[in-house]
């Protein structure tokens, strides 16, 4: 077997001995620790499908509820399960909520009796009623059935996401074991087969006072278990940080927001990562932290003394540092106090003012600052040692991966949007690709008929090829909401730029009109074809692209909106 096959077994290379096994993470990463993103979010849904109850650990803003998320609404575009419940973790929920009806008075005051979590019909599930089941799809023990799993239908099954399930209430918990086991409740002394799969999301044990350890018969009835680790620094400036700073430019007036460069980025990016301390310690954090990760905090301690010195000495005060959410609440409050200046970018100095107030509650304490309240203000010093020791030094940005010549914004870029010769494909070709998406293929001739128009310019390889019709494919998903097409025809439409342009950091204003008109034109075909509901989704992708485009060309940093501009261009 292949090693990636070992590891995912939680098998592998490995010295067992005492040696060995006390500096394990120091030799290979760790085997059960994975990073937010498709890869974990695709195994969710794999397991979903196969029912199998999942649970995803990690520190806050890792993204674990994201994928989880993302990974139910896969589910439901799919068909996999007819739909999903949602409960926060809260320890005031009774124990009853998943088997025992309850009664409630609803607005009119009338007192009327609401079915169990787990009995309630799902209305977009599409289950109906049958006669001997009256709470179907749950079954009563003893109604002739052996295999419960081999009657329900994929519409059927429900995903129960039970976000940050160790801040549920003892009582709550005990409630699963049986649900986990033989999918079994109880209800008035019946006991009822439910087609309903868990997936459930946790902080570390020790992260929070609320983030309690599982008991160990509720770990052993979890099928699937995922540790997530804090995303390293390429993550967090390239996969999160972007949408954020987009989402808080919006908040301004037109060209009213503070550029955030690429090098600031990276900055606050890697000076968030400094502040889990010491990797090589033996803190909690550092279990959470990639290989990579753990290698660049080590380097940067190596090459500056005074800063590993902080470092350590942070390390004895913490457990956690800043999750992933702190990086982009710190930059959201730098473009604040720079556009208080008048600013028209970020710079160090408005990361270094802001630091303190954004990241010293953001880190998990060694200490009860109640008690030690000097240590408190010893934690928010380091910090802050911390951030002027990597701002003031001049060209920091290149040691946490920043290059700058890789994204010097070139002289004259190339008109063509593509690097690279295009491999044409046959009809026939297009029609395979296009026959391995289950939504697509009805209109296989429409999509082949346009292929060849943009074969030489944006469709040049099999991977452009497959980024458009999956965009098609799930915009026509009949499970997909409008919120759900808007992501879906955003995501599409963004993963076709970068295809055409990898490593790139600027926006070609060309390029986007091009890939506009392309998915504009596409929608407008599949539209004019498609049932009425297939009209409605290709209606909002088509308004969706329309926007990403406007945008684009409205913004500040488009060449053709600065002074006297008279010629389009990149930025």
Not at 17 to 29: F, V, W
Request: charged share 25%; aromatic share 8%.
């Amino acid at each position: 077997m292949s090693s990636r096959v070992l590891r995912y077994f939680g098998l592998g290379k490995k010295d067992l001995t005492s040696e060995g096994a006390r500096h394990a993470l120091d030799d290979e990463d760790d085997p059960a620790l994975v990073m937010t993103g498709e890869g974990l979010t695709m195994a969710i849904v794999e397991n979903i499908r196969l029912r199998r109850s999942v649970l995803i650990t990690g520190p806050r803003g890792c993204g674990k509820s994201y994928c989880a998320e993302q990974a139910i609404k896969l589910a439901k575009a799919q068909g996999i399960i007819g739909g999903s419940r949602f409960l926060q973790g809260n320890r005031e929920i009774a124990r009853d909520t998943l088997s025992e009806d309850m009664l409630i008075v609803d607005d009119g005051a009338q007192v009327k009796l609401l079915k169990a979590l787990a009995l309630r019909q799902l209305e977009e599930s599409g289950s109906v009623p049958r006669e001997g089941f009256p709470d179907w799809p749950g079954i009563p023990r003893g109604a002739g059935i052996d295999d419960p799993t081999q009657v329900w239908a994929n519409r059927d099954w429900t995903v129960l996401f039970l976000d940050e399930i160790n801040r549920f209430g003892d009582g709550f918990l005990d409630s699963l074991l049986a649900l986990l086991e033989e999918r079994k409740i109880v209800r008035r002394g019946q006991d009822y087969y439910v087609p309903i799969v868990v997936v459930a999301t946790a902080n570390p044990p020790g992260y929070d006072m609320t983030a309690k350890k599982l008991s160990p018969p509720l770990q052993a009835r979890i099928t699937r278990s995922f540790r997530v680790s804090q995303p390293d620094i390429d993550v967090l400036v390239h996969g999160i940080m972007p949408s954020k700073i987009l989402d808080f430019a919006r908040g301004y007036p037109p060209g009213g927001a503070p550029e955030v460069s690429l090098d600031i980025r990276y900055l606050a990016a890697g000076t968030t990562l400094c502040l889990w301390g010491d990797p090589t310690s033996d803190s909690k954090g550092r279990y959470f932290l990639t290989r990579a990760t753990r290698t660049l905090l080590q380097r940067l301690m190596t090459a500056n003394a005074n800063l590993a010195r902080d470092m350590r000495e942070l390390t004895l005060l913490i457990e956690f540092g800043p999750d992933a959410r702190a990086v982009t609440d710190w930059v959201g409050c730098a473009m604040a106090r720079a556009a208080s200046e008048g600013a028209r970018t970020v710079t160090p100095k408005h990361l270094e003012e802001t630091a303190v107030n954004v990241l010293s509650h953001k880190v998990r304490e060694k200490f009860n600052e109640g008690a030690n309240p000097n240590l408190g203000i010893r934690r928010d010093r380091l910090i802050l040692n911390i951030v002027q020791r990597i701002m003031r030094t001049v060209g920091f940005a290149p040691s946490f991966g920043f290059n700058p010549k890789a994204h010097v914004k070139p002289e004259a870029p190339s008109a063509a949007p593509r690097a690279f010769p295009p491999i044409v494909l046959a009809e026939p070709q297009v029609a395979d690709l296009i026959a391995e998406f289950t939504h697509a293929r009805v209109f296989t001739s429409t999509l082949v008929r346009g292929y060849p128009h943009y074969r030489n310019t944006l469709l040049p390889g099999v991977e452009h090829v497959r980024i458009w019709i999956n965009t098609i494919d799930g915009v026509l998903q009949p499970y997909a909401t409008p919120g759900d097409v808007q992501q879906i025809a955003t995501q599409g439409f963004w993963a076709l730029a970068r295809a055409l342009r990898p490593g790139q950091q600027f926006v070609d204003v060309n390029l986007v009109k091009q890939i506009g008109e392309l998915y504009e034109r596409t929608y407008e075909v599949i539209a004019s074809a498609a049932n009425p509901a297939g009209q409605e989704r290709a209606q909002v992708a088509r308004q969706v692209v329309a926007e990403a485009v406007a945008a684009v060309l409205r913004s500040p940093a488009n060449p053709q909106n600065a002074p006297g501009a008279t010629h389009a261009g990149s930025w």
